[in-house]
């Protein structure tokens, strides 16, 4: 696979973000944790069976692989060369965006301009990357209530606290907190910062021109390739809402793994709401509202850690290794390949 130089110089100052910004995300969650949680009992992790803690990080990177086999499903649509290791690198990469920026946008932004340096147009990379976006609605829409249902079937006994929150007018007024905030960091670095809106409506122009094209084909060629594409975002997001009941499990406590689910898309889906990067703050927070009535208070604060490091730092940690050896690999390998200059003809006299 060949990788142009700029393809690290370029993201250098991002790693150097993700190196500062991690370990105070990391001091924040445990400082929620402090105040909100019994923290006496937060050696509860000595408990946790290990085999379950390993089961829980391997089913983590599991996201990685299956994103990967989806972008390279549209890019062969596109008729693009893109291996399935690019598909994975991206997938790694792209795991540093949630430090950075806020939930919603995620990996996203990486994704989008990784594409773009491999090939796509513009308006191609943002297709696929909308398109993923798309899939992951359609998938959340279809497994939300079929896992409710799921659980309604197997006569689930803690649904029934999901609407307390839902009730909670805290809830309600930190959610319309969020969009205001949202709606002010939209105006300020949308339109105040742009001095000529004619510029700005002329691009949007021609790249919704070129996305009205590349996504028409995808709606009219590719309804395959997105039915597969929804199946497996089902997977991957499956297997990320299941590392907390993983982690239940893992402390000896019986825990429905569809209950969990549910209760796990809830919190995500309002971790998007969310402005900071990584949710940070706000996610811990969601998940003792979500949690506090359904899991022993003796063991809330260390799932809480267990959810937050595999869910989040883990990722990210993995990532700059990967990253750190890659770069180190393809220095060793390019100093090596240097072959020195022969001299021709007679030497100078």
Do not use: C
């Amino acid at each position: 696979m060949k990788v142009e130089k700029t393809d690290f110089t370029n993201r250098r100052k991002l790693v150097k973000r993700v190196l500062i910004f991690l370990p105070i995300f990391a001091i924040i969650n445990l400082i929620v944790v402090f105040l909100f949680t019994d923290s006496s009992d937060l050696l509860e992790i000595r408990k946790v069976y290990p085999g379950y803690l390993l089961l829980a990080a391997g089913i983590r990177l599991v996201p990685w692989f299956i994103k990967a086999i989806r972008i390279k499903n549209w890019m062969v649509f596109l008729q693009q060369k893109f291996s399935y290791w690019q598909g994975v690198r991206i997938s790694i990469w792209s795991e540093l965006g949630p430090a950075v920026t806020p939930t919603a946008l995620g990996g996203q932004p990486i994704i989008l301009g990784m594409l773009y340096r491999r090939g796509l147009s513009a308006g191609e990379a943002a297709t696929l990357t909308t398109v993923n976006s798309v899939e992951d609605i359609v998938a959340h829409t279809i497994g939300f209530p079929l896992a409710i249902l799921t659980g309604i079937v197997l006569q689930l006994n803690v649904l029934h606290h999901l609407h307390q929150v839902l009730h909670s007018r805290i809830l309600t007024f930190g959610i319309a907190l969020i969009v205001v905030v949202i709606l002010m960091f939209a105006w300020r670095f949308l339109w105040r910062r742009s001095g000529h809106p004619g510029k700005i409506r002329m691009k949007i122009l021609r790249f919704w021109i070129e996305f009205k094209s590349v996504y028409g084909s995808m709606i009219r060629r590719g309804k395959l390739r997105f039915t597969l594409n929804v199946l497996l975002s089902a997977i991957q997001w499956t297997s990320r809402y299941s590392i907390t009941a993983i982690l239940v499990l893992g402390l000896g406590y019986h825990v429905n793994i569809f209950a969990m689910i549910v209760i796990q898309m809830m919190v995500f889906a309002l971790m998007s709401l969310v402005p900071t990067p990584g949710a940070t703050g706000g996610a811990e927070g969601l998940f003792l509202l979500f949690f506090k009535n359904i899991l022993p208070d003796s063991a809330i604060g260390t799932i809480l850690i267990g959810w937050r490091f595999l869910d989040f730092y883990f990722l990210g940690i993995v990532s700059l290794i990967y990253i750190g050896t890659e770069t180190w690999y393809r220095k060793i390998r390019d100093s090596h390949s240097a072959e020195p200059v022969e001299q021709t003809g007679d030497n100078p006299r």
